[in-house]
Nanobody, 126 residues
Framework: QVQLVESGGDSVQAGGSLRLSCVVSGYSLSNYYMAWFRQAPGKEREGVAAIKYYTGDRRTYYADSVKGRFTISQDNAKNTLYLQMDSLKPEDTAMYYC?????????????????WGRGTQVTVSS
């Protein structure tokens, strides 16, 4: 059974940093597209960052709103996905979810992912 469990959400002030983690069980995340999404109250779920490992290489994808501030990574030995978030802004406030799928056409589209965690809350105050 595939399970994704997020952690690391917290309340921070603008300009601060957080690192989110997503522990994966039931499969090896190195074989999957992995991604972070977020959803603020009253808004649609949006893609934040995605990553796919290939033999000897990896590819990452970022939403324009987080480029240069967020970094997605994964530790295959720990089967864990990370999202390092720096220079946080109040508009980053949302529930953050990790997601996985064997293949995707659009890496930051929530419709492309079949496995989801329950989320972790990030709140950024000004």
């Amino acid at each position: 059974q595939v399970q994704l469990v997020e952690s690391g959400g917290d309340s921070v002030q603008a300009g601060g940093s957080l690192r989110l983690s997503c522990v994966v069980s039931g499969y090896s995340l190195s074989n999957y597209y992995m991604a972070w999404f977020r959803q603020a109250p009253g808004k649609e779920r949006e893609g934040v960052a995605a990553i796919k490992y290939y033999t000897g290489d990896r590819r990452t994808y970022y939403a324009d709103s987080v480029k240069g501030r967020f970094t997605i990574s994964q530790d295959n030995a720990k089967n864990t996905l990370y999202l390092q978030m720096d220079s946080l802004k109040p508009e980053d406030t949302a529930m953050y979810y990790c997601a996985a799928n064997g293949w995707v056409i659009q890496a930051l589209s929530p419709n492309a992912y079949g496995h989801w965690g329950r989320g972790t809350q990030v709140t950024v105050s000004s």
